[in-house]
């Protein structure tokens, strides 16, 4: 038989992180003893640590901390043979990393080793990658630099966004950590990652919210959806329609050629439930839009 293990979880990400977790863990066997949270750096600050110890099941200690310091001794009691971080934005101390006998895991929302870092779904996007993904590694004291244990990923297209991606991205998620459990039990160490192809995703700058319409449409549609609104990140980018300041939320990319006779930045056709705005090599359409504050 497997051995059973003892799990703790480290997220601020998501409620429905624990329950989905110990109901998987249980499924291979294993027990979701601890979760520990918290409301993040000050620069990053968000209240969804309060829905993960609602949802968390009675069952399972659950510790809140803005000390990562002192989590190691906070954790020993639980005598945890993993710990398994889904998202979190504070560093992790070395101590909490060697604490446990198995290791220490993390689950990565992007391709390693590329997109390092909180932006990874943003700059597959910016970069028009064509797949966004995940990555499961062992934790070292540098940021997501790890072996990789698994990974997978999810191809899109050009009508695709975070949102409509991102039910069967999280749909990901139970086969990659299944395939990873089964490494950490036989102790493998994991792939180490080609530093020749790493890169950083960071959090985008001010700059990168406002449009430029001569611009390639194209472009102008892959900066729009790499403003995913997810995790306390902005939703859409701000530009100019009929010279009254606009946030653009989704596009579409049609068929068109530039028009030397047409600025960017001018409505070429409009509707009730759509904008065709001409950019630097043809038109793109804009399907949510909101004026701005």
Avoid at 127 to 150: C, F, N, S, V, Y
Avoid at 194 to 207: L, N, S, T
Avoid at 210 to 236: C, F, K, L, Y
């Amino acid at each position: 038989m497997t051995e059973s293990l003892r799990v703790v979880v480290i997220t601020d990400a998501d409620a429905q992180i624990p329950p989905a977790f110990d109901q998987l863990m249980r499924a291979h066997g294993h027990r979701l003893v601890g979760v520990v949270t918290g409301p993040g750096p000050k620069s990053r600050r968000t209240t969804t640590y309060l829905d993960i110890v609602r949802a968390t099941p009675p069952n399972i200690d659950v510790i809140v901390t803005t000390h990562p310091e002192r989590l190691a001794r906070m954790l020993e009691p639980l005598k945890p043979d993993v710990i398994w971080v889904l998202g979190f934005l504070r560093v992790l101390p070395q101590d909490v990393l060697d604490l446990p006998r198995l290791g220490t895991i993390n689950t990565h929302g992007g391709i390693l080793p590329r997109y390092r870092g909180p932006n990874p779904v943003g700059w597959a996007f910016r970069d028009d990658q064509g797949k966004i993904g995940w990555t499961t590694h062992r934790m070292t004291a540098g940021i997501d630099e790890g072996p990789i244990l698994a990974a997978a990923a999810l191809p899109y297209d050009d009508d695709d966004d975070f949102e409509s991606l991102a039910p069967r991205w999280i749909g990901l998620v139970p086969g990659l950590v299944s395939e990873t459990l089964a490494r950490v039990i036989e102790r493998d160490p994991g792939e180490p990652q080609d530093e020749a192809r790493a890169g950083y995703a960071p959090i985008f700058e001010d700059a990168w919210r406002e449009i430029d319409w001569s611009q390639p449409a194209r472009s102008i549609h892959n900066q729009v959806r790499s403003w995913t609104g997810s995790r306390g990140m902005a939703s859409g980018v701000f530009g100019a329609i009929d010279g009254t300041r606009t946030l653009i939320v989704k596009t579409h990319l049609v068929a068109g050629d530039s028009s030397k006779d047409v600025p960017p930045g001018t409505v070429i056709d409009r509707s009730e439930d759509r904008l065709t705005i001409q950019c630097g090599d043809g038109p793109l359409e804009i399907l949510k839009w909101e004026a701005a504050d």
